[in-house]
Nanobody
Framework: QVQLVESGGGLVQAGGSLRLSCAAS????????MGWYRQAPGKERDMVAG???????TYADFVKGRCTISRDSAKNTVILEMNSLKPEDTAVYYC??????????????????WGKGTLVTVSS
């Protein structure tokens, strides 16, 4: 059974930091590109960051310089570290996986698996 379980969301003040974690199970982690997405109320879901099977990373323009995505194959985990958070970063953050070798994720890629999300709220 495939599972992607996000954790680490919560309430943080503007300018603060959060570390989101996604624990993956039920599939061969090393064969999948991993991504973090977010959806704010009333808005479409956007890709925040992606990491390929060989560690190549992609970031949305709205988080460049403020986020770092990483993966740990030993723990089947993908991490999103976010700094200098802004109220507009408030959203549900989702972890997703796509069976994709080598190339980085692109916005619009159809993902194979999704987690249920973790809420990030940034207060002003």
């Amino acid at each position: 059974q495939v599972q992607l379980v996000e954790s680490g969301g919560g309430l943080v003040q503007a300018g603060g930091s959060l570390r989101l974690s996604c624990a993956a199970s039920g599939f061969i982690f090393d064969n999948y590109a991993m991504g973090w997405y977010r959806q704010a109320p009333g808005k479409e879901r956007d890709m925040v960051a992606g990491i390929s099977t060989i560690g190549g990373t992609t970031y949305a323009d709205f988080v460049k310089g403020r986020c770092t995505i990483s993966r740990d194959s030993a723990k089947n985990t993908v991490i999103l570290e976010m700094n200098s958070l802004k109220p507009e970063d408030t959203a549900v953050y989702y972890c997703a996986a796509k069976r994709l070798f080598f190339r980085p994720l692109k916005p619009g890629d159809d993902m194979d698996y999704w987690g249920k999300g973790t809420l990030v709220t940034v207060s002003s």
